[in-house]
């Protein structure tokens, strides 16, 4: 039997887990650099790194961390980035998973070998509902291929959403299911019915128009879902 601090807590998820707006992290190598370009860091500020759930949990845990929800992401990435981690997961290990909304796409990039997440929406409102926003497009396709992908998206997904999210969301829910049962604590948390139960970074710090979890937030997360792990 493995000792406690043996073993790891997994994150999978989008900027709900990725702890978007405190901690910057998701923004990979140089990330210290990276986040001064982002206009939200320069309202926000530094000091909140510590607060986001995910590591309240794994610090109450005394497990190690690691995180690799990406804000973002979609329910497409992060059920490849689950998947591409099982082979590391051990026995006293703990997975948290949260599925995110499905107007958001991998879509390859024009010239490089990768993938660019691409979404239309979001901005949440305060009863949970969506607005779009255009310019959450990438600008690498050309305007004429954009016009396509937001099409795509809005006309397309977004009449009927509903059949992607329940074909993602159960695949990532299968993985919890059986991860739980070779002795790995794993939970799926769905961003697109929770997260607007939160306090938002624009009540924490009204002027600041994000929705995003603020320190409060988090802490309640936390101690929502903390019986979900013991």
Same mark, same amino acid.
């Given at each position: 039997?493995?000792?406690?601090e043996?073993?790891?807590?997994?994150?999978?998820?989008?900027?709900m887990?990725?702890?978007?707006?405190?901690?910057?992290e998701?923004?990979?190598?140089?990330y210290?650099?990276r986040?001064?370009?982002?206009?939200?860091?320069?309202?926000?500020?530094d000091g909140?790194?510590?607060?986001?759930?995910?590591?309240?949990?794994?610090q109450?845990?005394?497990?190690q961390?690691?995180?690799?929800?990406?804000?973002g992401?979609?329910?497409?990435?992060?059920?490849?980035?689950?998947s591409?981690?099982?082979?590391?997961?051990?026995?006293?290990?703990?997975?948290?998973?949260?599925?995110?909304?499905?107007m958001?796409?991998?879509?390859?990039?024009?010239?490089?070998?990768?993938?660019?997440?691409?979404?239309?929406?979001?901005?949440?409102?305060n009863?949970?509902?969506?607005?779009?926003?255009?310019?959450?497009? *990438?600008?690498?396709w050309g305007?004429?291929? $954009?016009? &396509?992908? @937001?099409?795509? %998206?809005?006309s397309?997904?977004?009449?009927?959403?509903?059949?992607?999210l329940?074909?993602?969301?159960?695949?990532?829910y299968?993985?919890?299911?059986h991860?739980?049962?070779?002795?790995?604590?794993?939970?799926l948390w769905d961003a697109?019915?929770?997260?607007?139960?939160?306090?938002?970074?624009?009540?924490?710090?009204?002027?600041?128009?994000?929705?995003?979890?603020? *320190?409060?937030g988090?802490?309640?997360?936390? $101690?929502? &879902?903390l @019986?979900?792990f %013991?």
């Open positions: 039997m493995s000792k406690v043996d073993n790891t807590f997994w994150f999978f998820g989008c900027s887990t990725s702890g978007h707006g405190l901690n910057w998701w923004m990979g190598d140089n210290q650099e986040k001064k370009n982002n206009e939200l860091w320069k309202k926000v500020g909140y790194e510590d607060t986001i759930f995910p590591k309240l949990l794994s109450h845990f005394g497990m961390y690691k995180n690799y929800a990406v804000s992401q979609s329910n497409q990435t992060i059920l490849v980035q689950l591409n981690c099982l082979h590391l997961m051990k026995e006293g290990d703990k997975v948290w998973v949260n599925s995110t909304w499905p958001r796409f991998p879509v390859p990039h024009p010239e490089a070998d990768l993938l660019v997440e691409t979404m239309v929406p979001m901005w949440m409102n009863d949970g509902s969506l607005d779009f926003q255009d310019e959450l497009i *990438p600008s690498i305007e004429d291929r $954009n016009e &396509v992908i @937001k099409l795509y %998206i809005q397309v997904v977004g009449a009927n959403s509903q059949p992607l329940r074909v993602y969301k159960t695949a990532l299968d993985i919890t299911l991860l739980n049962n070779i002795g790995i604590k794993s939970f697109t019915e929770r997260a607007h139960h939160y306090e938002g970074i624009k009540h924490w710090k009204p002027g600041i128009e994000d929705a995003h979890p603020s *320190p409060n988090h802490k309640n997360i936390f $101690n929502d &879902v @019986k979900e %013991i």
